[in-house]
């Protein structure tokens, strides 16, 4: 699905370590997949804030000068592919702003779905407005706030926000950790020697060499300062309803990562074997398209028993300048990633693991791949359910008429790629693989279900809609 | 003087031309010498506003494809060098927002000095600042106003400010020009055609081939809408104080403008003339320091007989990069800019012309250089008087310690300088050739009478030191 | 192995097509991995020839208006790894020169060893060089025998060379393409259309969607002119000794290409099964590092029924600014490539598959990780032998105080390296793997048996040591 | 002239300094106005040459880092204006290649007339080329007499060489610089401490603080080696036959230099005082054309009692982009570099001062600007006759039928640039203000009697042609 649907966001963040700066970089380096558009760094001398924020990726943004120059005990970082905002320098993250309690940075990894309403609430008394951002709206949010002074005043801001959001601030005297209460996008913590670290997925902690601890709860903020830290749940626990997003497991995590206490990979080769079993084919080999079917793939060869080969080879000297060559030669930018390897599928009978199917016209080349190196059958099998509905809580589909399974029925998408047969995990069967309770996942991309009501006139997601059909 | 004082700031607003963003380009290009760190324009097309800023020249800033994008039939332009605020691209103008009566983009000339007060005002109510800049606080000065219905509604805004500022404001249904009540900055109105072009000197408006209508007055705020221009005066003509800057006839203005009612370059010329009759001299040949001397070299030559010759060649290719190299390149930068042409020195008795002498390390380069060409005696002569005070308008001149005129008396400048004789211009004279009446100009720096006050004992200017001076 | 041996160059031509460059751009994206220092293109039109090249990838290099600029129906590309000559823009292929038959354009992919004394007798009659490339002595040799009239003069020149070549000539009459007489490097020739392709590997012929026709011969050149394909001898085939570069099918070429008359991929798939035979063990999975190690991890999981799983994750956002950015951080840069997955390996004895080992530093790095991530055991197996002597034929392997396995008995490494067990595939295994006759592999890498002989005294590979060994 | 005439090459070298790069870093930079194509810097530590070159102006090409990388005790540098070899970075120069005797590196200015002979002699021979420049030529040259063994061997080249040249050679062993016998154009030779100095003009001497010994002569190389300095003639003085160009003193040369035995600023003034003679007229003003115009305009001042003023502004901050920016827009260029200063000029007859009309395009504007800004008559002096020939020693006219002065009788050029007086200098008056004798200088450009013959049928200077006419 690499080049269809767009991922968002990643946080990183750690406060009280001598390698602060150099740590939120790697870990921003495992995250980057979370979000290509632009990244950023800000950091603390407990006094003021430095940070550095670029369009591109985290390893043509941040130099070692760059680096030395932002060199503190603690930082945030964040990489962002656009959900709302445009495409702008401005609207890179973290955000730096001055209020009356002095200078915050705030990273967020979510959509907001209440941001007009707020917005305009703040313009009606002077406010004034630099970004179009959700993250500008909740540095007004917090600064409306200043006056209090409960320790937990932050939470008391967060509950005005709804929509999805899992947000880290940072200011000289704090750093702040916070999951929305239904609890969409992961956000992990771990100890790193005496520092904290808190990241999108525990990869990240892995790769700066963080002892996980657990993951921030839904409705759970995490403040830590120099005495240390400290937890405060905004929503009680028992007024939370977790809805994790499940196309985290299927395609947005690292599959090194663990996500809502569960391991990417594993839940991924489950995926696989639960679609052996739904849907099973007379195969002589098994193969994914990498990386997204990779895990599958190894799931589905053993419970089949049908061998597991490497029926493409990924070029990664593929950068993005190709794809965005031209409109006539995308096609030629996707035959250009994967190769197939005309000796593992000619003659055969192929079975293809794939993570999904979004608009369909990359699986067409694909297909057409192995058909011209020689497969004998293509069969296709999807690690997810067909995918019928927008999502509003961070990820880019751009719109029901967009989704191939929205339009059309199975049959004509299996004619369309030309396919032998073509199978999606079910819903039910995927809420098998998961770590229960399966109601504490959000699957309204494949069931309309959402827990925020969606407005068929007006096109749009809103509030005003109706009260909340989960 | 080039490299010791800095300018500030130029602004350039069309409103109803095909070309507006094209000539707004050509008209920051000739106001280049007023702020070499960033540029910007903001256009609109009567929907929304579009920018494009950048640290760095209008050369290398507007390219084509730039200017193609931004095409609009209305626009306003700046050039900087930051007075307030610090080196960073977020600071450059202009500066473009949205409240709650939609997008504004404002340009802005001067230097605020009750910015402090009025920011700590909203921070206390919960406003939110991205920048250090005079010119966000100014835009919410104006979002505070939103529900204000009168047309002069930014005049009255404009109240609140303190200090230097001229100012243009661009949103989809106009363009406002205003000028401080001091009129410390210029400010010129023009036509081209249909159009109005407001530019901070008039060879901007030469260059794109307006026509000059007049200045825009102390106090005054224009309104350029569909409907056509209206003026405001939000302070009555009789009850402003003008206090023009006398240094953007010395050193800032270009010779081939015209501010406050005079052209700069025969201001100069009577400069130079000023001079000979207050400090004649027995000499064989008067040169300029280019390009700063050059029209007072011309008064001076006529005033006393003595030959005006070119004994500095200026060598144009010397940029930036050269002269940012090293600290102890810097006096061989400085050489590298002027060759004396030992011919038109040697055995000589040379009058040298320039604008200004403020630390004195150029002046020491450019005297030892025409010893070393052969010159006989050197006298130089300065047309202004001795630079004794920093401006608190504008004129980045860091605080009196750096004022050679301020620590050493005359006879040890000259000594330190290595010269024959030094004379300065007299306030008095100075007065003399300049436009009368004589009290509308701020002499501040010559004098130390601020019509704001100066608190000797903070080291800074502060409007809690006491009342008006002047 | 893939930070630690250099790939070395690849070759792309094509006549006689309208969109020769486009394609010749696609063939070099896919020969990229043969090298990344730099890349060109040369294309004629009949009458000239126009080229660019560049330090850099593909990617990088060709824009749009580069490949509209070189748009012509001829045309020959390079990717470049220095073996000889130094990182220098200058020594970019295409070598672009005039001499009296016009200009000329030549793409080499080998190393000569002869290549000082050419050079030397052409200085003696006075030769200039700007290069210190093998290519630019290749010319010269062309150059003397511009006087030939015969229609195979080129394979004449290609006779005084020693070493290992393959070759592509491009002028506005004709293209070449030949090999040395045994055949070291790959290349191979197809058609698309009417035209006439010629490439390092068959990957780059299906990239362009050309047709297989065969291998080039050692000892033969084709010339393609508009009267169509003619092949010449310029060694009859009973006097050529093929010697295949054996590190082309064990880590060089693509697994997707064939070199040599087999499948890279298939092949590794049996040094795999070959390994599993060789150095059977007791273990619960097999995981191979990738990409190097995934085919031979398929052979061996099938060959020894231990189940394979991805236990490493590519991150693919490394680019080779991190690699670079300081020595300490190198460690760094290995663990940020390929992250370990905890749930794959924990607990588990695994079995790991990688290409081989050279200087052993990113080796110890991965075990590391798999111990950290739990691993009970680690047992590796590579699929080639100790690799003991350096290569003189175009692998850049630095001298033989470099390679551990030259420097270290087997149970050392091991020690070294932290395994349970170490195996490396044996060279009888090895060629039992390979299309026969196995006498037509070089495996001097191995066995020190090379060819051309080289001089322990020295230290270099030279002529005058003596007479051939094998 | 400034646009439409184009320099050509600028040439500089030290032999035997501790700061021997960066002082001909800081001599490039003041020859930069004979060529803003590319630059390069060659230097030797005595056993080997490194070199940098690059297309741009020397500010953009040399950073501390490279200079530092070069930083040996001698070294030679250039600017280039392509005369001959198209604008490509392997045409900049210094060229550096190697031959029997080792690396050479050699910087060239002038324009040779046997070239194509010469290169096709040495490809009938198996010569190689790589550029299309004469420098390239003149190291075959020199490569071909590696087996003479006679100290003045470099001088034996140069005999073979036909057409204008100043060269300067670097080997690790040798600095040479040497003039072709007819002294076309200027090379002097200074002393700075133990070092020997070489430069195109005076001006580049001065600026590194050497002291000025004398010119090379025409037909004379100067060799440099670590025993000292040595002269060789190698064509006997009485047989050399002078023709310095006397465009140089015209427009090329930088005011403050000496070339050819004379100030170049003092020269323009004695033009200036002979054009007030030939050509007096009844004016207010005298203005110059800056910076061309700058010294003739004191010169007629003087002699004809009419004041010196200023009546243009230059616009320093105009690069090289804008010109470029479109075709349409090149007549905004010219306008935007220099501006009339209308108080100078309105209500007055005025004298402009020019050093030269080629095309007549950019003449145009500015005499449109004059009238535009109110002057009441405009009369042009040129301080050069009406320039009718082509040149072939280096200078690009681009043949005759861009020379308005070629195509127009005077009254039709007056009429067509809109001008109440036009008064060019006669070549009697030109020669009479140079320093004598006056047969020593090329006038052919004016006159069309070349020492070499111009082939009117081929439009070629050719050799062929016929005897040398002069």
Redesign the interface.
Same mark, same amino acid.
């Given at each position: 699905m690499s080049d269809e649907a767009r991922e968002f966001c990643g946080l990183f963040g750690i406060w009280g370590h001598d390698e602060a700066v150099f740590k939120t970089y790697?870990g921003l #380096?495992?995250l980057?997949?979370r979000g +290509?558009e632009s990244c950023g760094i800000a950091s603390t001398d407990g006094r003021e804030l430095l940070s550095h924020r670029a369009m591109g $990726?985290? =390893?043509?943004t941040f @130099?070692?000068e760059v680096l030395q120059k932002l060199r503190n005990r603690a930082a945030i970082g964040h990489v962002r592919y656009s959900t709302t905002g445009g495409s702008r320098i401005e609207n890179a993250q973290p955000f730096? %702003? @001055?209020?009356?309690r002095g200078p915050i940075a705030i990273a967020h990894n979510g959509n907001l779905v209440n941001v007009a309403e707020l917005r305009r609430g #703040?313009?009606?008394? *002077?406010?004034?407005?630099?970004t179009t951002t959700d993250t500008?709206v909740i540095? $007004?949010v917090i600064?409306?706030?200043?006056n209090q002074q409960r320790e937990d005043r932050y939470g008391q801001c967060f509950n005005s926000l709804q929509g999805s959001y899992s947000l880290l601030l940072l200011t000289p005297h704090e750093m702040v950790a916070a999951r929305d209460p239904q609890g969409f996008r992961p956000l992990s913590l771990g100890r790193l020697e005496d520092a904290y670290v808190v990241a999108s997925e525990t990869?990240a902690l !892995?790769?700066v060499g963080a002892e996980f601890i657990r993951d921030i709860e839904p409705g759970e903020m995490i403040r830590i300062t120099p005495e240390g830290m400290k937890s405060y749940h905004f929503v009680p626990p028992e007024e939370t309803r977790p809805h994790h997003c499940i196309f985290e497991l299927i395609y947005f995590a690292?599959? &090194?990562s663990?996500v809502f206490g569960q =391991?990417v990979? +594993?839940t991924r080769k489950k995926f696989g074997a639960q679609l052996a079993r739904e849907h099973p084919v007379d195969a002589d080999v098994v193969i994914p398209i990498p990386?997204g079917g990779?895990?599958a793939a190894?799931g589905y060869a053993?419970e089949s028993g049908i061998?597991? &080969?490497?029926g493409f080879?990924? !070029?990664? #000297?593929? *950068?993005r @300048?190709?794809i965005q060559?031209?409109q006539d030669r995308r096609a %030629?930018g996707v %035959?250009?990633k994967l190769?197939?390897?005309? +000796?593992?599928v000619r003659g055969k009978r192929v079975v293809v693991l794939d993570d999904s199917i979004v608009r369909g016209t990359t699986s067409r080349v694909k297909i057409a791949q192995l058909r011209a190196a020689g497969a004998r059958e293509v069969h296709m099998r999807v690690t997810c359910p067909p995918h019928c509905f927008p999502c509003h809580y961070g990820i880019d589909f751009q719109g029901k008429q967009e989704l191939i399974a929205a339009r059309s029925p199975l049959a004509e998408i299996r004619l369309s790629l030309n396919l032998d047969s073509l199978g999606y995990l079910s819903v039910e069967g995927m809420l098998n693989c998961v770590r229960p309770p399966k109601d504490n996942y959000c699957t309204a991309c494949f069931t309309g279900e959402y827990i925020v009501p969606f407005c068929e006139e007006t096109g749009k997601f809103s509030l005003e809609c109706g009260g909340p059909k989960t």
């Open positions: 790697l #380096y495992s980057q997949h +290509e $990726h985290v =390893n043509d @130099t070692p730096v %702003a @001055t209020y009356a #703040y313009e009606r008394h *002077g406010g004034v407005f630099q500008e540095v $007004h600064a409306k706030s200043c990869c !892995n790769q690292r599959p &090194d663990s =391991n990979h +594993e990386d990779n895990s190894v053993q061998p597991l &080969d490497f080879i990924r !070029n990664h #000297y593929v *950068g @300048t190709f060559a031209s %030629a %035959a250009m190769s197939p390897v005309p +000796e593992v």
